[in-house]
């Protein structure tokens, strides 16, 4: 069965500390994606990884860095957390482009509160 | 930005109605999808419509594309109180590749 799976479900910080979000993929899917979700926005594109050390910018990269060591596994990196980053961040993988379906798969979601 | 906007909100039903919720778009798709979120979990893929396509089932599902109008609608038949959950449509832009565009979501909430 599908699995993605991330590092906490809930996670608090204080401002100006280094915070890593781990996101691990079981599915050996080429692309991985990071969103973070607030009240009345929707989920929101930070970064995604079409492949092992690729990434690109998604909507709203301001304040995060990512890593793609391995194929399995997408980082999301808070240099230095804010209180504007507290916020629920979600993982998501899919397959390769060229396959059948473009469905994501999600994991279950870190509460980032930074105070 | 925003691409897609869901219509209603909320939305609360008693158990065994119909919910219907639409789904308004900007720009070309390649294809439009819907996903369900439980309260404070991830989020779980429904069902995919490409733009060629006009009406799509599955099971109690039923998705509507009108690329036209850029809209779609989702309708889930004789609700249960276990759908109860937000509802996001997504779109896959045409040329977009890999990414999905979230719209803000419509809350259903199904009463006994």
């Known amino acids: 069965d599908v699995k993605v799976t991330q590092s906490s479900r809930y996670l608090v910080k204080r401002t100006g500390e280094k915070v890593f979000l781990e996101c691990v993929q079981d599915?050996?899917?080429?692309?991985m994606f990071w969103y973070r979700q607030d009240p009345g926005l929707g989920l929101r594109l930070i970064y995604f990884?079409?492949?092992?050390?690729?990434?690109e910018k998604g909507d709203i990269p301001e304040g995060y860095s990512v890593s793609r060591e391995k194929k399995e596994r997408f980082s999301l990196i808070l240099e230095s957390a804010s209180t504007n980053q507290t916020s629920m961040y979600l993982c998501?993988?899919?397959?390769?482009?060229?396959?059948?379906?473009?469905?994501?798969?999600f994991g279950p979601g870190t509460r980032l509160t930074v105070t | 930005s925003q691409q897609g906007e869901e219509d209603p909100q909320a939305l609360s039903i008693q158990e065994g109605e119909n919910a219907t919720m639409n789904c308004s778009y900007k720009t070309s798709i390649n294809n439009l999808q819907w996903y369900r979120q439980n309260s404070g979990r991830g989020l779980v893929h429904l069902i995919l419509?490409?733009?060629?396509?006009r009406e799509k089932h599955s099971g109690r599902l039923r998705v509507t594309l009108d690329t036209s109008k850029k809209s779609s609608s989702l309708l889930i038949t004789a609700s249960r109180a276990a759908d109860t959950a937000s509802y996001f449509c997504a779109t896959v832009l045409t040329g977009g590749g890999n990414k999905l565009t979230f719209g803000t979501g419509t809350q259903l909430k199904v009463e006994l």
């Open positions: 998501a993988s899919r397959d390769r482009d060229g396959r059948a379906s473009y469905e994501q798969y």
């Open positions: 990884s079409y492949d092992v050390k690729m990434k």
């Open positions: 599915m050996d899917h080429e692309n």
């Open positions: 419509i490409r733009s060629n396509e």
